[in-house]
């Protein structure tokens, strides 16, 4: 195999367990290198979890990743590979950032501080204060910054923008985007805001209740997806083909959120485009109707 | 590392050297004569590795825990591996050279046995002096470290290595010392007493009137005991020092 055909990432029934809590669940997926992949899913779902199996943080307790085909693991040579910005962006409160940066520069052997510095200077970040004394807006600008001037060739960013206003969460992500410009840099940036996430990223994996929902391109899941709305009628009257994600049924009316595989040939439907949020929103909601419903059987067994 | 090491713990450097120049200066101003100024001195430098410990040694790694700055440190690129070599040995280092400067300075100052008037071997004066002060820096501090990458929070860490140092430092000041070496017993009279700076180990028997039964420790065996108790203090160091291998290696971040 050709080393440009090796994926970013490649796991295989991979699982972590917390105590008797699974927190990620046989996750098998394949992300080609050279894509900005949103990692969606509820707080909870595993996503923290999956980034820090990712860059070898924690240890799978089932199954395995590979990151460019080498499982994570404590070398330099795989260390020197990823970049990773934890949730809440920790720093050494009482450092600055020029601290920060001259830190990178020895624990590492590829560093571009040049361009980090100017990263910042053009965001007008002073470099000699305390970043305790920073806004998170300013702090994770200074995570972002660090991670890039590691020059990684996947990054790995754990929900950089939850605590940022939307301003700040604007000038992250033109950041971001000017950032993954560079040609060959694969990232995968965790939220549970997709609505941020949706200008940068081309490829999308929804977590929910610890499993893989959904993984691809952006744009195929938009051309796989309808919403069906038609006179009302029975679950078993609707043509092979469809899958239903998600029904809504008035006294009339069926509204259904459907995965296609060709075109939709049964004329009563009337059939539009739909929203990478609703596609999102009701691959969730089935995984919590069928939590829900698991809960209900308990309830009866006792 | 040696960068970060120094960036990160320079402020405690300078705490420490400052402790060790106010010492100095106490030393040097205080009176010889003023027994209950002794007596202070022995404290002092009796609760310094312990200090040490609780302040430098159990928030070394605990910090990085509670404050997450660990998932930081660890995706650079350095294994854990290195990074925890160059936090034990900088501050292995660190507490035995501070450790013996410390015992120096009060050595120096007491010429012990002669000032304190009493037996070297005795608790108090023995643990001040010689090489013990430095095993038991070394000691508290890798007590800390291991201690906190066990519980990864600051406080719960410091009252445990606080807890753990003072039992481990008592039980074997009080009920494993006394028997490093078989302690002498002979009956003396009156008139010859103890051996001079013999440590008494209990008091002594009435045996008739030739005199009295005295089980003690010669004063020429100190140094013996100073290195029985210093391998002591660093195979205990050594274990937590595996501990906490053990515990950055294996367990996840």
């Known amino acids: ?101 001259e830190i990178g520069a020895r624990l590492n052997r590829d560093w571009d501080a040049a361009a980090a510095r100017a990263r910042l200077a053009a965001l007008r970040i002073p470099t000699n204060r305390p970043v305790a004394t920073f806004s998170g807006g300013q702090r994770a600008q200074v995570g972002l910054s660090l991670v890039l001037a590691k020059r990684p060739q996947l990054l790995l960013l754990d929900e950089p923008m939850a605590a940022l206003d939307p301003l700040a969460r604007r000038e992250f992500l033109a950041s971001l985007t000017a950032a993954v410009a560079d040609e060959g840099l694969s990232v995968v940036v965790s939220s549970h805001l997709l609505h941020d996430l949706e200008r940068v990223c081309d490829h999308l994996i929804l977590l929910a209740a610890s499993r893989t929902q959904l993984c691809g391109d952006i744009d195929e899941m938009l051309a796989e997806h309808r919403t069906l709305v038609g006179p009302r009628r029975a679950a078993n009257e609707i043509e092979p083909g469809l899958t239903v994600v998600k029904a809504t049924e008035t006294a009339r009316q069926t509204r259904l959120l459907v995965r296609v595989d060709g075109p939709v040939l049964d004329p009563s439907w009337e059939v539009t485009e739909v929203g990478l949020e609703d596609i999102v929103l009701a691959y969730m909601e089935q995984e919590e109707a069928q939590a829900g419903g698991q809960l209900v059987e308990l309830g009866r067994a006792q | 590392m040696n960068y970060l090491m120094w960036r990160l713990h320079r402020n405690q450097l300078l705490v420490a050297g400052g402790a060790l120049i106010v010492l100095t200066v106490v030393l040097l101003i205080l009176p010889k004569s003023d027994n209950h100024a002794i007596e202070a001195i022995v404290y002092v430098t009796i609760v310094m590795p312990l200090l040490l410990g609780l302040f430098w040694g159990a928030p070394l790694l605990a910090k990085e825990f509670e404050d997450g700055t660990n998932g930081l440190a660890w995706t650079q690129g350095v294994t854990r591996r290195r990074w925890l070599r160059s936090n034990l040995m900088w501050a292995i280092l660190a507490a035995a050279v501070w450790g013996a400067a410390v015992t120096a300075v009060v050595t120096w100052w007491s010429l012990a046995e002669v000032s304190l008037g009493r037996s070297r071997l005795g608790p108090g004066p023995f643990d001040i002096q010689g090489i013990v002060p430095l095993a038991y820096s070394v000691f508290a501090v890798v007590l800390g470290i291991a201690v906190g990458s066990m519980f990864r929070r600051v406080l719960p860490a410091m009252a445990t290595t606080l807890a753990a140092f003072v039992a481990v430092r008592v039980v074997i000041a009080v009920l494993v010392r006394p028997h490093f070496m078989s302690p002498v017993s002979r009956v003396v009279s009156l008139a010859q007493g103890l051996p001079a700076g013999a440590w008494l180990l209990s008091n002594p028997a009435y045996v008739g009137p030739n005199g009295t039964l005295l089980t003690y420790q010669p004063a020429n065996r100190f140094w013996a005991f100073q290195g029985i108790e210093t391998g002591v203090f660093i195979v205990l160091a050594a274990g937590l020092v595996a501990l906490a291998y053990r515990m950055v290696l294996t367990r996840d971040a």
Not at chain 1, 39 to 62: D, E, F, I, M, Y
């Open chain 1, 1 to 101: 195999m050709n080393v440009r055909d090796v994926p970013a990432i490649h796991t295989t029934g991979l699982g972590k367990r917390y105590g008797s809590n699974w927190g990620l669940q046989d996750f098998s997926v394949s992300v080609p290198r050279g894509h900005v992949t949103a990692l969606v899913g509820p707080n909870g779902a595993g996503k923290t979890t999956l980034l820090k199996l990712l860059v070898g943080l924690c240890a799978p307790s089932a199954g395995e990743a590979e990151v460019f085909g080498r499982v994570p693991q404590q070398s330099e040579e795989f260390l020197a590979s990823i970049g990773y910005l934890a949730q809440d962006v920790p720093l050494y409160k009482q450092l600055s950032a020029d601290d920060h940066l």
